[in-house]
């Protein structure tokens, strides 16, 4: 079975601090992406970053970078210089090709206070 | 650009009625998903399309609910009749090609009393 799990429910970090969400999956599979994707108050379900597997190298946009460890089945996601817009819930996932469908976490609810 | 739009945003309904949810994807894409997200269960896929043709409906709960898409640029879910456990927020989303990021649009609140 194919499955993501967030073991953080909840984390809390004072603004501008750094801070680290984890992700870990299962897969048979060798051709997949990963994804991080942000879930504000709104509802609205923002992609955040995308890893492709067959990529060595970290993705990175601006604040926010992974580290991926492939044969751990690790996906990371860290936010540096974090913002109170930041706060939200945090979900990882990952897209078997195959099957088309995307594989999400359970979530983590990141608030970041002033 | 448009991202993907749904319709309504908010919707409040009693058992037993017909509830039509709405999805317009963005221009172009010619993959369309539909999730569900709850509590209890998270976000699951419910049903995919691929150039309006339905490919895998196994996340389709049960008969009550259908799903169609008559052209590129339109989608429904349907739930007849509506039950209380249906309530849940509904997502939307599309992608241009097999490789492409998931774009999901503002999602439907459906409560079913």
């Known amino acids: 079975a194919q499955t993501v799990t967030q073991s953080q429910p909840e984390m809390s970090v004072q603004e501008a601090e750094t801070v680290t969400l984890s992700c870990t999956y299962d897969t048979s599979e060798s051709n997949y992406y990963l994804f991080w994707y942000k879930q504000p108050p709104s509802r609205q379900m923002i992609l955040v970053i995308r890893q492709e597997a067959y990529k060595q190298q970290n993705a990175t946009e601006n604040r926010f970078s992974v580290n991926f460890q492939k044969a751990a089945k690790s996906f990371s996601l860290k936010i540096s210089d974090s913002q109170l817009g930041d706060t939200a819930m945090y979900f990882c996932?990952?897209?078997?090709?195959?099957?088309?469908?995307?594989?999400f976490g359970q979530g983590t609810r990141l608030t970041i206070n002033p | 650009d448009a991202g993907v739009i749904q319709s309504p945003r908010h919707e409040v309904t009693e058992m037993g009625q017909e509830v039509t949810l709405r999805c317009k994807p963005i221009?172009?894409?010619?993959?369309l998903f539909w999730y569900r997200q709850t509590m209890m269960r998270g976000l699951e896929l419910l049903i995919y399309?691929?150039?309006?043709?339905?490919?895998?409906d196994s996340g389709m709960p049960e008969d009550r609910f259908s799903a169609k898409m008559p052209n590129a640029s339109f989608s429904t879910l349907k739930i007849q009749p509506s039950e209380p456990r249906d309530s849940a927020v509904y997502f939307c989303?599309?992608?241009?090609?097999?490789?492409?990021?998931?774009?999901f649009g503002p999602g439907t609140r459906l409560t079913v009393l």
């Open positions: 996932a990952f897209y078997i090709q195959g099957a088309q469908k995307l594989v």
């Open positions: 221009s172009g894409h010619d993959y």
């Open positions: 399309f691929n150039n309006n043709v339905p490919i895998d």
């Open positions: 989303a599309s992608a241009l090609g097999r490789r492409d990021t998931q774009y």
